[in-house]
RNA sequence: GGGCGCGUAGCUCAGUUGGCUAGAGCGCUGCCCUUACAAGGCAGAUGUCGGGGGUUCGAGUCCCUCCGCGCCCACCA
């Protein structure tokens, strides 16, 4: 406890609280608590690569606001942070940070230091795959305290001896483990499949990595040879695959390519004969209402030479370049075999833009390209932070193969979605799934596969045929170990092995996230206490990948879904409704916006945002939140500033009864709320019973308070009772203010103090009647109106006041009749029965 | 093209199983130094509840339909 401030002042309690509570283990879990005592939470391990902005606060402090209800109300509750630090993102970052790019074919070169200044338009300096992971080391942790500063001041009630990153020895363990696991029942496999491939950052991406983007592109029509040697004129945006078209097809029912069907067309430019085949896909109204299938041009060339069994014929390379090839050997049968070769010379060793550019030219030059070029829009399928389009690569990947749609149909049902709605989202997405879950990267700064593969005695390295670690040497770097039976000098050599080279999609990492922060196998007391857990919040845009992932991992590791509940959070947008971000230049940066407002101020607004609603990023209710807890602090200064009650002092008088029953339905109302994740509308209500309890109670009971008169004490208890309430509902939101207020008055911290009881309210306010304090505010009301429409002071005198009201009423109204003489400065109070309400106010005369 | 969500005061949003005259905050207007707070207080004005139709004694709320916005998915020759 410490005594009153003269002026109190919410700056600088961030600082103080922040250091207070870190000292005294006030969020630290108790690991004895057994699993029914228990609330666990799987925290979103934020992506370390982005840059910080006020979306991250929004979210995360919707988590922080359950956490704290939770443990409020008794549970222990188990609340991690982790850090994401592996993937794809991290490395472009890096990468641009410290102008590298890598090159696997360089060695390591201990003497490399990090450069001091990027020129972000010099080129960058290139470096072996070693060097780039120490690099990756050395900046990551730079990124991560970042967060890390940031959440200690938003006040998270995160226990930090519980932080993990995706990166470290227990994620990767366990990502390992998870997938031997998987591996060695079939359900983890390795594949050689085409993939959508990133030419930029030379790897595979996930479906769920995908998005679209509208780019220009154009309609090229040329000239292939029909079966009975007329034109077949074919339309297509990607004239630079026509050496890899294997087929051309059309709609089963189109009458006008049904004779030509089981026939072959010819291929202008390389002279290849190609089926004319049928396939529903094919849609009679695009270009010419018959396509060239090419392996591969897009999703549906995939989709159509799987169902129809055709041949590969490769050209993009995984840099997007064009390979060479031999026209004429077995695969690129041609009927004029120097043509196609001159040909596809001037083709090969360009990327796809260059080469779509010279065989244009061609086709022009041997009159093969039918009209003009028709420019279009059409969307493009790109990695999410990609640069340039995705192309498709047949490669060798480890897949995880999805459990029924059904079983995860089922999974969804099981799962309590807040908002519900939010269901939709995953049965969307599992009904969309195509094919299986590729969970190879071929990049660097990941979780390594811990997997190695046998060279037989002429050097071929047989991919098919992986040999698994065993789980008790993980974590493991097949790069660095060596499989069983097998030495070191046999590396790569024949008659040897290999390593895997790739690393895991960073959702295959974080997928296992709960089991990473509930000690899966490698703290069985712990898991035993924590799993499954009780919340996952996360956004909604991640619901197909991350929660979809977790739910399959979960699903196969434990029969069990990960979690009981999902807490959905929407996103800040601008006011033009347009998804906030740094780049679009309309984001403000959070660490200047807590020292602006304060961190409760910041708190507030993000509490006002529902569950699973996007908000509008708005200062003005920061404003708000800041009046908000400075009124906090000023209100329970007054309260406490009153001299406390007498030992054994009761609530009496009605007026502090009413107030204390219609406090106890306030508590009702909050902790429903709460209990749905609604910790906006507990808010919102708590917000509008303090501000009348502040303007309408506390005005109507200061003087009798303050008073020597028996009935203070009454008020005394009330008021105490009230501040105790209203500070415990108001601690979630605003953890510094209440905690700073506690502590005038408290032992201990407010954080760790129960959540109010409703009963005990009633029980203390025992035959109180909720609209004695109402009516008493609507008389009170209309004394106000009357000296603010003859503009005068609130103090000044009312010679009589008469309030008309039913007979019934006007009972519970004079029950507090002399609080009200006092608070309005009445001289004379009357009560007139009558039909409806009203008061009728005689104001002293100007200057009495 | 399919799905989900949203549309209520100038702005941001509440409005729960249909039920009194549709609410809050901000902003706006006027007033008040009032001893917890002038970084404050008191009071006031402000609506075709996106449009149309229907069910009902009664619709912001339920049904149909149309319009607009956002997101997710699909398509992408």
Redesign the pocket.
């Known amino acids: 406890m410490s005594d009153l401030p003269e002026k109190?002042?919410?700056?600088g309690l961030e600082a103080k609280w922040r250091a207070h509570w870190e000292a005294e283990g006030t969020y630290k879990f108790d690991r004895t608590k057994s699993r029914a005592e228990v609330f666990s939470i799987d925290t979103p391990p934020p992506t370390v690569s982005g840059q910080l902005h006020p979306g991250h606060v929004f979210s995360y402090t919707h988590t922080d606001l359950i956490a704290r209800y939770q443990r409020m109300r008794g549970k222990e509750v188990f609340y991690p942070m982790g850090w994401d630090d592996n993937g794809l993102n991290v490395e472009r970052r890096v990468q641009l940070l410290t102008g590298t790019i890598v090159d696997p074919t360089l060695p390591y070169d201990p003497n490399f230091v990090r450069p001091e200044k990027v020129d972000p338009k010099a080129r960058s300096i290139a470096i072996s795959r070693p060097n780039f992971i120490e690099l990756c080391e050395e900046v990551v942790p730079e990124f991560e305290a970042a967060y890390h500063d940031l959440w200690a001041n938003m006040g998270l009630s995160v226990d930090w001896d519980h932080t993990y990153t995706t990166i470290g020895a227990k994620a990767v363990r366990t990502s390992q483990r998870g997938f031997l696991r998987l591996a060695r029942r079939d359900l983890a496999y390795r594949s050689e499949s085409p993939t959508l491939w990133d030419v930029d950052m030379k790897t595979s991406v996930a479906?769920?990595e995908?998005?679209?983007k509208e780019l220009p592109?154009a309609?090229?029509k040329l000239v292939f040879t029909g079966p009975d040697g007329s034109p077949l004129l074919?339309?297509?945006?990607?004239p630079e695959l026509l050496p890899a078209c294997v087929a051309v097809?059309?709609?089963p029912d189109d009458e006008r390519f049904q004779p030509l069907f089981g026939q072959h067309a010819i291929t202008p430019l390389f002279g290849a004969s190609v089926p004319i085949v049928a396939h529903e896909?094919?849609?009679?109204?695009?270009?010419?209402?018959?396509?060239?299938i090419c392996t591969f041009?897009?999703?549906?060339d995939v989709?159509w030479w799987r169902e129809l069994s055709l041949p590969v014929r490769a050209i993009v390379q995984r840099d997007g370049r064009l390979r060479p090839i031999t026209w004429g050997e077995a695969g690129w049968e041609t009927t004029n075999a120097p043509g196609a070769q001159a040909a596809y010379d001037e083709l090969t060793g360009k990327n796809v833009k260059q080469a779509q550019k010279r065989i244009v030219e061609l086709l022009t030059e041997t009159s093969l390209l039918d009209g003009e070029i028709r420019p279009i829009t059409?969307?493009?399928?790109f990695w999410e932070n990609g640069t340039r389009p995705l192309e498709i690569v047949t490669s060798q990947q480890w897949f995880i193969r999805y459990p029924d749609k059904g079983e995860m149909l089922a999974r969804g049902q099981e799962l309590a979605w807040w908002p519900d709605?939010?269901r939709?989202?995953l049965e969307?997405?599992v009904?969309?799934l195509?094919g299986d879950w590729n969970i190879t990267r071929q990049r660097f700064f990941g979780v390594p596969f811990p997997v190695w593969y046998p060279i037989d005695d002429n050097g071929i390295t047989d991919f098919l045929s992986p040999i698994l670690a065993t789980e008790d040497v993980l974590p493991l770097d097949p790069t660095a170990a060596v499989p069983p039976r097998y030495a070191e000098d046999q590396r790569n050599q024949p008659g040897g092995f290999a390593a895997d080279p790739d690393v895991m999609d960073t959702w295959a990492t974080s997928s296992l996230s709960p089991q990473i922060v509930c000690g899966w196998e490698d703290d069985p007391d712990l898991f035993a206490r924590t799993f499954p857990m009780d919340m996952r919040p996360q956004a909604?845009?991640i619901?197909?990948t991350w929660l979809f992932s977790t739910i399959v991992r979960s699903h196969y590791e434990h029969d069990s879904l990960p979690w009981a509940n999902a807490a959905i959070s929407g996103f800040i947008?601008d006011?033009d409704?347009?998804?906030l971000s740094k780049s679009a230049g309309n984001a403000d940066d959070p660490v200047a916006l807590i020292e602006q407002y304060g961190a409760d101020a910041l708190r507030y607004w993000s509490a006002?945002g529902?569950p699973?609603?996007?908000?509008?990023f708005?200062e003005?209710?920061m404003?708000?939140g800041?009046?908000l807890a400075?009124?906090i602090l000023?209100?329970s200064?007054?309260v406490l500033?009153i001299r406390a009650a007498g030992d054994g002092a009761q609530v009496t008088e009605p007026v502090d009864r009413s107030m204390l029953v219609g406090l106890a339905s306030l508590v009702d109302?909050a902790t429903a709320a709460f209990d749905r994740f609604d910790y906006?509308?507990a808010l919102?209500r708590t917000e509008?019973h303090f501000?009348a309890f502040?303007?309408?109670y506390?005005?109507l009971v200061?003087n009798r308070a303050y008073s020597e008169a028996p009935e203070a004490e009454s008020a005394k208890v009330a008021l105490h009772l009230a501040l105790d309430t209203l500070l415990k509902l108001f601690a979630p939101v605003l953890p510094y203010v209440t905690e700073e207020v506690w502590s005038w008055w408290q032992n201990g911290s407010i954080h760790r103090s129960a959540w109010p009881d409703a009963a005990a309210l009633r029980s203390a306010a025992v035959g109180g009647d909720a609209q004695v304090l109402d009516l008493a505010s609507e008389v009170?009301?209309e004394v106000?109106?009357a000296?603010?429409?003859a503009?005068?002071?609130?103090?000044s005198k009312v010679l009589e006041a008469v309030v008309t009201d039913t007979a019934e009423r006007i009972d519970l109204a004079s029950a507090c009749g002399s609080d009200l003489v006092q608070a309005g400065v009445i001289d004379e109070l009357r009560f007139s029965p009558g039909e409806s309400f009203s008061v009728a106010v005689t104001l002293a005369p100007v200057g009495a």
């Open positions: 109190p002042t919410i700056d479906q769920a995908l998005t679209d592109g309609y090229h074919i339309d297509t945006t990607r097809v059309a709609h896909l094919a849609d009679p109204e695009k270009g010419t209402g018959i396509a060239m041009g897009d999703t549906t989709t059409h969307s493009v399928k709605f939010m939709v989202r969307n997405w009904n969309g195509v909604h845009e619901i197909r947008v006011p409704r347009k998804k006002n529902r699973g609603m996007d908000m509008v708005d003005g209710q404003k708000i800041r009046r400075i009124k000023n209100a200064k007054f500033g109302e906006a509308r919102e509008g501000w502040c303007d309408d506390l005005e200061k009170l009301r106000r109106r000296k603010s429409e503009k005068v002071s609130m103090r």
